[in-house]
């Protein structure tokens, strides 16, 4: 069972048995989190701003959390832009915006993480053109008014 459980998440593009392996076990095979947030906040790629009065900081990541997570992404997330899939789209939209390259990557390890997650609760393979199907989806079918 938790063979099969980690034979699906190296179904993502860059994801290896090492870094499936340090995941699930620094994270318990995900048991301890009821959601993607707790998930990014327990690894440390939740989002703080310092702010003081009108002063308002830049926004970054906490870094408080699970280090050995975060070092396991690293590589993965330098590996997965490199194919054309919506981690290399994420890291794209990021970097034009804010012109870092560590910033981008990052995002891309979040997103990694919380994709790792999912397939793990749901027990399904990654699958590539999953995004690309729900936009075309929304687009031949847009919502009525009756829908919200």
Known sequence: MLHE???RLTTIYGIGILTV??????TNGFELF???????SYAGYD???HQSGKYVGQTRISKKGNTHIRRALHFPALK???QENIFQELYSRVFERTKKKMKAYTAVQRKLLVVMYTLWKKEENFDLNYAKQ??????ECPPTLGSY
Do not use: D, G, R, Y
């Open 134 to 139: 729900k936009v075309v989806e929304e687009q």
């Open 47 to 49: 989002i703080v701003e």
């Open 80 to 82: 997965t832009v490199k």
């Open 5 to 7: 459980k980690m034979k």
């Open 34 to 40: 009821s959601s993607q947030k707790q998930l990014t």
């Open 21 to 26: 392996a340090v995941v699930v076990a620094e």
